[in-house]
């Protein structure tokens, strides 16, 4: 499975921003990442293949929602009242699997909120 992502930018603080993430094939658990200057690759949120189950970072809790479309295998990201410490290079990944790593991700793309 291949995966592209897009929709990344530069944005102000308490702007938004919506990532795309699309699969060349089905997948059952969908994720972003993320990793900023000098820190570790962390999780952001997960959606498993029926939509209806999400888990989100503490962090961004309340400010993004993670959704998908199964017909186009397309994740999305919409990312609200975004702060400067959410700048990072934003990664999907995606999974066949309910558990365990990811077995696949897609390039990455940057996002920077300015101050």
């Known amino acids: 499975v291949q995966l592209q992502a897009s929709g990344g930018g530069l944005v102000q603080a308490g702007g938004s921003l919506r990532l795309s993430c699309a699969a060349s094939?089905?997948?059952?658990?969908m994720g972003w990442f993320r990793r900023s200057p000098g820190k570790r690759r962390e999780f952001v949120a997960a959606?498993?293949?029926?939509?209806?189950?999400?888990n989100y970072a503490d962090s961004v809790k309340g400010r993004f929602t993670i959704s998908r479309d199964n017909a186009k295998n397309t994740v999305y990201l919409q990312m609200n009242s975004l702060k400067p410490e959410d700048t990072a290079v934003y990664y999907c990944?995606?999974?066949?699997?309910?558990?365990?790593?990811?077995?696949?991700w897609g390039q990455g793309t940057q996002v920077t909120v300015s101050s």
């Open positions: 959606i498993y293949w029926d939509g209806g189950s999400t």
């Open positions: 094939g089905r997948t059952y658990r």
């Open positions: 990944a995606a999974g066949r699997s309910p558990v365990g790593e990811y077995a696949f």
